[in-house]
T-cell receptor
């Protein structure tokens, strides 16, 4: 049972435009959320996180929004750059889960120059 | 500083065999977690070790086991391999098992079971 879902397997965006990657979760115990980026032949690298006490967290071109009532989060990349082309994973964690992260299946972002 | 290293990078085995994968965490990191990545399921948590003790375990059969040594290096073992065990196995290290401690992933071991 997939507790974290990324329903869009792929997304293509023009360079300079906004990329919006979406993620939904089902477990109401999740209270910490992360985004990871993965290039081919490399492990995932941490991008940005958000705690459930916030509804927005910003880091440079990357902003994560959390809507707890909808159990939905999104990652906005503005402006998108060709180097952002990668697979993006959403992950979630609960207080009882220690380092156990529940991942989505990923969204492949392609930024077209 | 050196990142997380995993050996071997690629492995081909046949059904029924067993396999051992190795993970060396970032120097100073004492927590190692293992994940299985398959196309349809994404990354799924296998287990986590901290100070040579398993702290957390995912929903995998007992054929999947692991251990951690005093130098924090970790190994995972899969016995009686099945075709469905073909996957990318990733390990991640962090300073502690506090969930806010950032996890750094290695490049993974690609296991193919024939």
């Amino acid at each position: 049972d997939q507790q974290v879902k990324q329903n869009s397997p792929s997304l293509s965006v023009q360079e300079g435009r906004i990329s919006i990657l979406n993620c939904d979760y089902t477990n109401s115990m999740f209270d910490y959320f992360l985004w990871y980026k993965k290039y081919p032949a490399e492990g995932p690298t941490f991008l940005i996180s958000i705690s459930s006490i916030k509804d927005k967290n910003e880091d440079g071109r990357f902003t994560v929004f959390l809507n707890k009532s909808a159990k939905h989060l999104s990652l906005h990349i503005v402006p998108s750059q060709p180097g952002d082309s990668a697979v993006y994973f959403c992950a979630a964690n609960s207080q009882t889960g220690a380092n156990n992260l529940f991942f989505g299946t990923g969204t492949r972002l392609t930024v077209i120059p | 500083k050196a990142g997380v290293t995993q050996t071997p990078r690629y492995l081909i085995k046949t059904r029924g065999q067993q396999v051992t994968l190795s993970c060396s965490p970032i120097s100073g990191h004492r927590s190692v977690s293992w994940y299985q990545q398959t196309p349809g399921q994404g990354l799924q948590f296998l287990f986590e070790y901290f100070s040579e003790t398993q702290r957390n375990k995912g929903n995998f059969p007992g054929r999947f086991s692991g251990r951690q040594f005093s130098n924090s290096r970790s190994e995972m073992n899969v016995s009686t391999l099945e075709l469905g065990d073909s996957a990318l196995y990733l390990c991640a290290s962090s300073l502690s098992w506090n969930r806010k401690s950032e996890q750094f992933f290695g490049p993974g071991t690609r296991l193919t079971v024939l």
